[in-house]
């Protein structure tokens, strides 16, 4: 079924060095994928990979929600798995393990995404698909996390909103999720990744966080080259926003909390 499946790669124009990293591995742990891949740009039509990509620009506007959006509707698969250019692949991609997801993903028409990393929290235990992938509950958070995972294409493109950034989208689209009437999943055991791969954090705010660069480094045996880029051993914030700003936020986090949990009536339009 990879013909209804595709990988969209989400980036931007000040990481098209980074994607040089990101496709050494790829390439190295996954030689036979076979899933057209698709990269979430700005202005940048040219990337320096061997692979065969397509580059999807967008510029319009500041919103990385915008540029998902668009990113989105210009894929006509009716799956998308989700990457970051900074998930660097460690390890031999499961290609078959993959395979069935995304037909499972097919043929259960209420299954949103599945993640194919660990979210440990409320969780239903007992609702488990390939014995290691488990349901979350329907109040639970993160389920529309960013990290590596199977999404059916027009409910992602539908969970976003034109104006909010990466992290505004992995919380106000996780409340959103709430009155979906569908389900949503993910790994129970960080240790079985389909796609072994960092979880990101190798840049932060737009530095190499030199921490996980030597993890790689060591992981990986050969060492990592990036220019233009500073580097960090700080914890770094990953949300730098003014005290106010995170005021505001957390009230409107709240407000939403309770219409989608409490007042939203149940949406199944997908």
């Known amino acids: 079924m990879e013909n209804n499946c595709s990988i969209l790669i989400l980036s931007c124009d000040k990481n098209k060095e980074l994607l040089k990293v990101f496709f050494e591995t790829f390439d190295f742990y996954w030689k036979d994928c076979a899933y057209e891949i698709f990269i979430s740009m700005e202005k940048c039509n040219n990337i320096d990979v061997t692979r065969k990509v397509h580059i999807l620009n ?4 500041k919103y990385w929600s915008a540029r998902i959006i668009d990113a989105l509707e210009n894929i006509d698969t009716e799956n998308v798995l989700i990457l970051l250019d900074d998930f660097i ?6 290609d078959a393990e993959i395979a069935s997801l995304n ?9 949103a995404n599945i993640l194919m990393s660990e979210i440990g929290e409320k969780n239903i235990p007992t609702e488990m698909i390939l014995s290691k992938y488990v349901q979350r509950e329907k109040y639970g958070r993160y389920k ?9 294409r027009k409910v992602l493109k539908g969970l976003l909103k034109y104006t909010e950034n990466a992290w505004e989208f992995e919380i106000f689209s996780n409340l959103r999720a709430f009155s979906l009437n569908m389900k949503f999943y993910a790994l129970n055991n960080e240790s079985q990744k389909p796609i072994p791969y960092n979880d990101g ?14 993890r790689l480094e060591y992981k990986l045996g050969k060492q990592i080259v990036l220019s233009g880029y500073k580097e960090t051993g700080e914890n770094l914030v990953r949300d730098d926003i003014s005290l106010g ?3 505001l936020r957390r009230l409107k986090i709240v407000i939403c ?14």
């Open 89 to 94: 692949i460690e390890d031999t991609v499961k």
């Open 245 to 247: 700003a995170r005021i």
């Open 103 to 111: 037909s499972i993903l097919t043929n259960d028409k209420r299954i």
């Open 257 to 270: 909390y309770i219409y989608y949990k409490f007042l939203a009536s149940e949406i199944s339009k997908y």
């Open 144 to 152: 529309t996390a960013l990290q590596c995972g199977l999404w059916k």
């Open 201 to 214: 954090f190798f840049i932060v705010q737009g530095k190499i966080n030199s921490v996980e660069k030597k």
């Open 58 to 61: 967008y510029d319009k506007s």
